[in-house]
C-alpha cells in the first residue's frame, strides 16, 4: 500500500483558483492510476481525474478545462489545478492511487473509485459566491 497525504484545501469564492498537492510514500513501484475523487455533503464520492504512469489523463465532464491533473517529474507528488472554481465544486477531495496496472480504462478508474487501492484523508475546498 502507498501511503497518501493531501494538501492545499482552503475556501475561496467562485472564480477563483487552487491547487491541491498529494504525497505519496512507501509502497515500492511507482502507482499506475493516480486520480482525484471528491465528496460533497450528502452526495456519493465521485471521480475528478486521473492519470496513468504513461501520464495521460482522464477528467470528469464537470471539470474538463478548468481541473488540470499532473504529477512531478519524481512521480511521487500528485497535484491537482483548480481554475474557474464554482461554488457546486465544494467538497472533500481525497487522492487515490493503485500500483497495480489493469486493461480497465482510467474512466473505469474514475467511475469505480473503490478500485483505487490506497487513499489520503481528504482537504476540504469550500467555493462560495
Known amino acids: 500500500q502507498v501511503q497518501l497525504v493531501e494538501s492545499g484545501g482552503a475556501s475561496v469564492q467562485a472564480g477563483g483558483s487552487l491547487r491541491l498537492s498529494c504525497v505519496a510514500s512507501g509502497g515500492g513501484n511507482s502507482p499506475y492510476y493516480m486520480g482525484w475523487f471528491r465528496q460533497a455533503p450528502g452526495k456519493e464520492r465521485e471521480g475528478v481525474a486521473i492519470i496513468r504512469s504513461d501520464d495521460s489523463t482522464t477528467y470528469a465532464d464537470s471539470v474538463k478545462g478548468r481541473f488540470t491533473i499532473a504529477k512531478d517529474g519524481a512521480k511521487t507528488t500528485l497535484y491537482l489545478q483548480m481554475n474557474s472554481l464554482k461554488p457546486e465544486d465544494t467538497a472533500m477531495y481525497y487522492c487515490?492511487?493503485?500500483?497495480?496496472?489493469?486493461?480497465?480504462?482510467?474512466?473505469?478508474?474514475?467511475?469505480?473509485?473503490?478500485?483505487?487501492?490506497?487513499w489520503g484523508q481528504g482537504t476540504q475546498v469550500t467555493v462560495s459566491l
Open positions: 487515490a492511487a493503485r500500483i497495480s496496472a489493469t486493461r480497465l480504462t482510467a474512466a473505469w478508474f474514475l467511475a469505480n473509485p473503490s478500485a483505487l487501492t490506497s
